[in-house]
């Protein structure tokens, strides 16, 4: 039988299981901090071990960067990636690729995350990488997709640091956060070449049409709340807002986005900027 949790221990298990349930993967230390009003990642390691102790959850003496719910905890098993995002990164690059990878396969451009948080608050593209870094980033992540056999939208979070070296951070082998820019800034968004993908469809064009940002919107309350402000965040006709209609809010977590065109990256960010500080979730 698990032992008893303290009042912190359910509620960062409970956070967990409800991560895992939404994104297929557990959440960061960082996360798991802000959604349990946690002071420091210390603590938040010191009751995961306590979990573990506990029979809830168990680590991977394999993988250093895996976690896993017991039985007890969430009635499934199977390890998943705990992504510990610390490295000496200049800036982080997501590369998406799409389709069963061929050559002479067109390749867009890379975005660009401008967040120091990897978790991916803000998007613009195109980045502004040099000529020879894009190409490296480009050839790197289309080597991944040719290895696994991709079927399907890939998302290739790469690291760029300082001395100009790319070093890949993650993988996610489906539509990805870091590409809704697409809807309204590509000529195929990420969610329509998947679908042409899988079912074995001609690609779409991949151009961007023009440059584009896209802002996160993050929960600030727990429970259930509203979007307040869309008038005056939709005043700009370049300005796209996306709900996605989640019952329950927590500090952080992602309720919807903006995305806005631009003559330039830069202009398309002072606008997405704008609409999202329009906006404000309240309690409900």
Not at 112 to 139: F, I, K, Y
Request: overall charge neutral.
């Amino acid at each position: 039988m698990p032992a008893e949790l303290s009042p912190r221990q359910r509620r960062v298990l409970d956070f967990i299981r409800r991560y895992i349930e939404e994104h297929g993967y557990p959440p960061t230390i960082r996360e798991i901090c802000e959604a349990c009003d946690i002071s420091s990642t210390s603590v938040a390691n010191y009751n995961l071990r306590r979990l573990a102790e506990a029979g809830y959850i168990r680590r991977s003496d394999r993988l250093s960067r895996a976690i896993e719910l017991t039985g007890v905890a969430a009635g499934f098993g199977g390890l998943v990636p705990f992504r510990l995002r610390q490295a000496p990164a200049a800036e982080t690059v997501q590369v998406p690729l799409l389709g069963r990878i061929a050559a002479g396969l067109p390749i867009p451009v890379p975005t660009e995350n401008l967040h120091p948080d990897p978790d991916t608050d803000v998007v613009s593209v195109p980045a502004e990488l040099p000529d020879a870094v894009a190409a490296r980033a480009q050839g790197l992540a289309e080597s991944i997709a040719s290895a696994l056999d991709l079927v399907g939208v890939l998302a290739v979070e790469l690291f760029l640091l300082e001395r100009g070296e790319v070093l890949v951070n993650e993988l996610a082998p489906r539509p990805h956060n870091s590409g809704h820019y697409t809807i309204e800034a590509c000529a195929t968004s990420q969610f329509a070449q998947h679908v042409r993908t899988v079912c074995g469809l001609p690609l779409g064009a991949t151009d961007l049409l023009r440059p584009a940002a896209m802002v996160n919107l993050l929960g600030e309350h727990r429970g259930r709340v509203r979007l307040t402000g869309v008038e005056d965040a939709l005043a700009d006709p370049l300005v796209s807002l996306h709900v996605y209609g989640k019952a329950e809010s927590w500090p952080r977590r992602k309720l919807g986005h903006v995305t806005a065109l631009g003559a330039s990256a830069a202009d398309a960010l002072r606008r997405a900027r704008a609409a999202a500080a329009a906006l404000r979730w309240e309690p409900a």
